[in-house]
C-alpha cells in the first residue's frame, strides 16, 4: 500500500502510541509555546531598545533592556533544550514500543512468510524504517508544531508593532507556501523510492554475505560485484533525486526572503525618510529578525514535513507487517505437560506451492518408545513430516494428533517444547557454547549441562576448547567444525528433556570420529523416548523399531530392516544394496 502525503488515518495510529507517555507529550508542547513566545520576544525587544534608549542615547535603559534581551535569550535556549531532548525522548520509547511488538508479531508468523519474505526486507523494516518513525516526533510532528506556533505568535507581534510593514511580508508569504507544497509532492514520491531502493540494497547485501563461501568458490565475485553496482546505482540516483529537489527549493526560498527584507527595508525607509512617524528605526532593525525568524520555519516545515513523510511511509512499511494475521499461526489452548509419544499421521495432504503436492494423503503411526526411519530421495517428503508435526506449516487436509489429540489443540509454546530436533545443517548464535546449549533457558544449570555432556561423551570434546563452556562460537558456529556443531546440537536436545526426539540428516556431512560419537549420543537420547529418525546412511538406521520408505510424497514401503531387505526388487532392498555395493 503506497503512503499517501499526509494520511490522517496512520498518524492517529502512530499518535495512540504516545498514550503511555502523555505527561511528557504534553510537556514537549508546553516548551514549543514557550520557545514560540521567548522567540518573539527578542526582535520585539530589540524595537523598543533601538526606539526608547538606543537613539535618545539612555545609557541606563539601554543596559536594563539589553540584559533583559540576555534572559529571555536564556529562557529561550533552556526551552529549546527541554523541547528537543524530550521530543527525541518520546520518539525513542515509542520506537522501543513498536519495534517490540513487531518483533513479537514476527516470532508468530508461519514459517511459509519466511520462505518468501527476503530476510534483508524484513531487517529494512525492524530497523532502519522503525528508526525513521522515531523522526516523525524529533524531527517532524513537534518541530513543525513549534515552527507553526513561532510563525501565529511572530504574525501577531509584527501586526501589533507596524501592520503596514506586516502586511508586505505576508504578501509574499502565499508564493513561499505554493512552492513548498510543489517540493513536498515530489519528495514524496522521490522518498518512496529511496525505502524501496535501501530495501533493495539490504537484502542484497544480506544474502551475498551470508552466501559468501559460495560466491568465492563458483567464482561470483565479479558478476556479484557488477549486481552490487547496479543496485548501489539505483539507490544513488534515488537520492540524487531528493538532493536535486532541495537545491532547488531551498536557494528559491532564501530569494523569496531576501526581496521580503528588500522590499520591508525600502518601503519602512521611504516611510522614515518623509517623517512618517508611523514607521521607526526600531521597526526595520526588528523586522530583519522578525522576517528570518518567520521565513525560517515555512522554509524548514517543508523539510520537517519531509521528515514526516519519511516516517509515515517508514510506518506504513512497518503497521503492513504488524497486521499480517494471516501469516500468523493459530494457538491451540491446552498446555502439553509431557507426551506419551504416541504420533498419528491420518491422509495428511500438504504443499508449499498450491496444486503442487508434497505430501499425499500421508497415514503414518508412531507407537510410545519407538524408534522409527523415514529414508527416500530428496524431495520425497521427509522433512516435510517434521516440519509438519512441530506446526511449521499447516497441513491442507487429513489429521496430526499425538497421543490422540490434535496437535492444533496445543499451544504452541508447549508443543514446540516437548519435541526437540536436531538438523543436518545446525545453526548456532554467536555466543558461548553454554547459551547455545540452553539457549538462554535459566531452568536448565550448569551442572545439568555438564552431568548430560558426560553421558553422550560430549564433555571432553568441550573441555579441549578455549574457555571451555564459555567458548564463543561466534557468528554460525564457525569456530567449530560441522561435526562439533552437531554433537553441541545433541546436547542441546538431551538436555531440553524432550518427549519426542527428531534427527534429520543429524549424521551426513560429518567427519568418521565424530560419527562415532553422534551414533553413541544417539543410543542414549533415543533410549525410553519416541524417536524419528531421517537418514541418508541407511547403516545409522538398522536397528529402527520400523522404517518408512518414501518416494514422491508417498509411503511406499514400511518394515524392519530384516523385512525390507528381503523384498524383492523392493525400493528400500534397492537403495541399501547400492550404498554397500558403493561402500565396497
Not at 8 to 24: D, E, G, M, Q, S
Not at 34 to 48: D, G, T, V
Not at 346 to 353: E, G
Amino acid at each position: 500500500m503506497k503512503a499517501k502525503a499526509f494520511d490522517t488515518r496512520l498518524f492517529k495510529r502512530i499518535l495512540k502510541y504516545t498514550k503511555p507517555y502523555k505527561n511528557r507529550f504534553n510537556g514537549v508542547i508546553l516548551f514549543a509555546v514557550a520557545l514560540s513566545i521567548f522567540a518573539a520576544l527578542r526582535p520585539y525587544l530589540l524595537k523598543h531598545t533601538v526606539d526608547e534608549y538606543l537613539q535618545p542615547k539612555d545609557k541606563h535603559g539601554l543596559l536594563i533592556y539589553v540584559s533583559l534581551m540576555g534572559i529571555v535569550l536564556l529562557l529561550e535556549g533552556l526551552s529549546q533544550f527541554y523541547f528537543v531532548y524530550w521530543a527525541n525522548w518520546l520518539g525513542q520509547d515509542i520506537v522501543k514500543d513498536i519495534r517490540t511488538k513487531l518483533f513479537q508479531h514476527l516470532l508468530q508468523f508461519k514459517m511459509r512468510y519466511y520462505d518468501n519474505a527476503p530476510v534483508g526486507q524484513l531487517v529494512t523494516r525492524s530497523v532502519s524504517d522503525i528508526e525513521q518513525i522515531a523522526r516523525i516526533f524529533s524531527q517532524g510532528l513537534f518541530m513543525i508544531i513549534s515552527d507553526l506556533l513561532k510563525m501565529v505568535v511572530i504574525l501577531i507581534f509584527m501586526f501589533y508593532m507596524n501592520w503596514k510593514l506586516t502586511w508586505i511580508v505576508v504578501a509574499a508569504m502565499p508564493i513561499l507556501v505554493f512552492i513548498t507544497r510543489i517540493f513536498q509532492k515530489k519528495m514524496q514520491v522521490a522518498f518512496e523510492e529511496v525505502r524501496t531502493q535501501v530495501a533493495n540494497l539490504n537484502t542484497f547485501v544480506q544474502e551475498r554475505v551470508t552466501g559468501m563461501k559460495i560466491v568465492q568458490l563458483f567464482n561470483r565475485e565479479a558478476i556479484e560485484f557488477e549486481k552490487f553496482k547496479e543496485i548501489n546505482q539505483k539507490h544513488n540516483v534515488a537520492w540524487i533525486k531528493t538532493i536535486l529537489y532541495n537545491s532547488i527549493f531551498f536557494p528559491i526560498a532564501d530569494i523569496i526572503s531576501s526581496l521580503c527584507l528588500g522590499f520591508v527595508v525600502l518601503y519602512g525607509g521611504f516611510h522614515i525618510l518623509d517623517g512618517d512617524k508611523f514607521t521607526t528605526f526600531g521597526d526595520l532593525f526588528s523586522y530583519t529578525m522578525f522576517i528570518t525568524l518567520l521565513f525560517n520555519p515555512l522554509r524548514q516545515i517543508a523539510d520537517k514535513f519531509n521528515e514526516m513523510q519519511l516516517g509515515m511511509i517508514a510506518a506504513n512499511r512497518v503497521f503492513d507487517i504488524i497486521d499480517d494475521e494471516e501469516s500468523t499461526q493459530q494457538d491451540g489452548k491446552i498446555v502439553a505437560q509431557h507426551f506419551q509419544g504416541n504420533i498419528n499421521f491420518n491422509k495428511v495432504w500438504f504443499s508449499y506451492i498450491n496444486n503442487e503436492e508434497v505430501l499425499k494423503g500421508i497415514s503414518l503411526e508412531v507407537k510410545c518408545g519407538e524408534t522409527i526411519a523415514i529414508v527416500g530421495a530428496t524431495g520425497a517428503g521427509k522433512s516435510t513430516i517434521i516440519n509438519l508435526l512441530n506446526r511449521f506449516y499447516e497441513i491442507n487436509s487429513g489429521e496430526i494428533s499425538i497421543d490422540n489429540q490434535n496437535i492444533n489443540l496445543f499451544t504452541l509454546e508447549s508443543l514446540r517444547k516437548q519435541i526437540a530436533i536436531v538438523l543436518q545443517d545446525v545453526f548456532l548464535f554467536a555466543d558461548t557454547i553454554y547459551n547455545n546449549i540452553t539457549l538462554n533457558d535459566n531452568t536448565i544449570s550448569r551442572e545439568e549441562v555438564i552431568i548430560a555432556a558426560k553421558k553422550i561423551r560430549v564433555h571432553n570434546f568441550i573441555m579441549s576448547l578455549p574457555d571451555n563452556y564459555d567458548y564463543n562460537v561466534k557468528e554460525r558456529g564457525v569456530m567449530l567444525s560441522s561435526g562439533q556443531r552437531q554433537l553441541i546440537a545433541f546436547l542441546r536436545a538431551y538436555v531440553s528433556n524432550p518427549s519426542i526426539l527428531i534427527l534429520d540428516e543429524a549424521t551426513s556431512s560429518i567427519d568418521t570420529y565424530s560419527e562415532e560419537l553422534i551414533q553413541k549420543a544417539t543410543e542414549t537420547i533415543t533410549k525410553n523416548r519416541t524417536s524419528i529418525v531421517i537418514a541418508h546412511r541407511l547403516a545409522t538406521i538398522i536397528n529402527a523399531s520400523k522404517i518408512i520408505v518414501m518416494d514422491k510424497g508417498q509411503i511406499v514401503e514400511s518394515g524392519t530392516h530384516q523385512e525390507l531387505v528381503t523384498l524383492k526388487d523392493g525400493y528400500y532392498k534397492n537403495l541399501y544394496d547400492s550404498q554397500f555395493s558403493v561402500a565396497i
